[in-house]
């Protein structure tokens, strides 16, 4: 085996790029989540080492002194942090000529040729799945036999080798859980509304959802839901509770858990034997019975993508679910003491504004404990960047900046009713009339006096919400 470091490059200050953010962003609050994409090949490779730079808060020369000591560099990128992961691969390549770097993440699996082309540092890409690709290098297998793999032969031309089929058998697939223990820093994965210090895990891959809008699925992950046994995921749970004992709280990071609904009450009863605190990703049309066996097994919170309060800009974005079902879910939650944390996205087809005020008041009618607010993101591969090339709402082709110079997110689509400007700054305008209600304030501050750790954290994230806000309006 190769030595192999798989790194989640430098980035912007904060910015939560990493091999399982969706929103791959500078966020309102400090936050991030696990490289799990990362740590699942390097339980398949010997010897090697993830390394998570912007969590670690390591600078360039940092982490170019750690990658220098390894023969193979895997380094997952994203739309808005490639330009700063090809620099830092050029960085590399300089320092060292004979290290090997490749990358991984949904825009190399979208365009594997640009991606390669962009920079000669880069010397493989890989694909689709990339759990077993990068075991296959790393183990020096040659480059064209390995499946999913495109890569730059000596002459400079590019080689695009067959397509790797989906894993169906995902309980073959190793437990992350001890690569996070060995490797990263706990404290350092930090979201606002799960417990601290949390761990998040997949129980499976894909989703049977086709919202258009949404990137693993349409690059990577695929439509199809493909689960681990109920056995593999209690298993690896039970591990997490044995060997990281500090862990308050299981967070299962799959695009919706809650497909399977035999399934996810035989977890959750497994769940509750192992005396777990647990939250997961749901649709917002969980039937009430199954949100009752969920919640008296351990469940403490709910991540539901509301995304829109009008119901044709659901139907526009194929959501699957309309207004009165979210609704009568989210009343459901609130019978049974579920916490849900609500996420919005403002600019999707369909949108003016009139229906970003139809939302800002649907969102304080529902009330979620705490909401996110993005912005639609046409990420390459997805049904919204196509859409939004063909209605002219972006240029084909021309840079996409869905992040600024310090990696907040920007609003790329414009409409001719509706200027980016406009959706950029409804953001702040939904977030202060969320939050800033009398109602809204009393439920924080009555949690802040019920801990003392609750207290300092919500005025932590207080300070930086508040600069956010500020640094929004400019």
Known sequence: MKKTLFLQAPSFDGFDGGAGSRYQAKREIKS???????????????????????????????????????????????????????????????????????MVGAKPAVDPGGTLGASEAIDFVCRE?????????????????????????????????????????????????????????????????????????????????????????????????????????????KWIKENMPEVKEIMFDDDTFTDFKPRVEEIARGLGQLGVTWSCNAKA????????IMKENGLRLLLVGYESGDDQILLNIKKGLRTDIARRFTEDCRKLGIQIHGTFILGLPGETRETIEKTIEYAKEINPHTIQVSLAAP????????????????????????????????????????????????????????YFRPGKIWEIVREMLGSWDMMKRRLREGVEFFRFLRSHEA
């Open 129 to 237: 799945e990339f759990d077993y690709t990068c075991q296959d290098v790393a183990a020096g297998k040659p480059l064209q036999d390995i499946l999913g793999l495109s890569y730059r032969l000596p002459d400079g031309s590019l080689e695009h080798n067959g397509q790797r089929p989906m894993i169906e058998n995902m309980d073959e697939l190793p437990f992350v859980a001890p690569v996070y223990q060995r490797d990263l820093k706990i404290d350092n994965y930090f979201i606002g509304y799960l417990k601290h210090p949390y761990v998040s895990i997949y129980t499976g891959r894909g989703c049977r959802s086709r919202c258009t809008f949404c990137l693993w699925p349409q690059t990577v992950g695929g439509h199809r839901y493909r689960t681990r046994s109920a056995e593999s995921v209690i298993a690896e749970v």
């Open 379 to 434: 990420y390459p591969g997805t049904t919204l960047y196509r859409q939004a090339v063909e209605n002219g709402w972006l240029e084909e082709n021309k840079v996409i900046n869905l992040v600024n110079d310090q990696g907040v997110q920007l609003a790329a689509i414009s409409y001719p009713h509706l200027s980016r400007e406009d959706i950029y700054h409804g953001v702040e305008t939904f977030y202060k009339r969320f």
């Open 285 to 292: 049309n969980v039937p009430y019975s199954t949100l009752k």
């Open 32 to 102: 991030f989540w696990y490289p799990t994409w990362l740590a699942q090949p390097a339980a398949l490779v010997p010897g090697s080492r993830v390394l998570d730079a912007p969590a670690d808060g390591l600078t360039v020369q940092q982490t170019l002194d750690i990658a220098a000591d390894y023969e193979l560099v895997i380094i997952h990128t994203s739309t808005p942090s490639f330009p700063t992961d090809a620099k830092f691969a050029e960085e590399l390549k300089q320092r060292k000529p004979d290290v090997m770097i490749g």
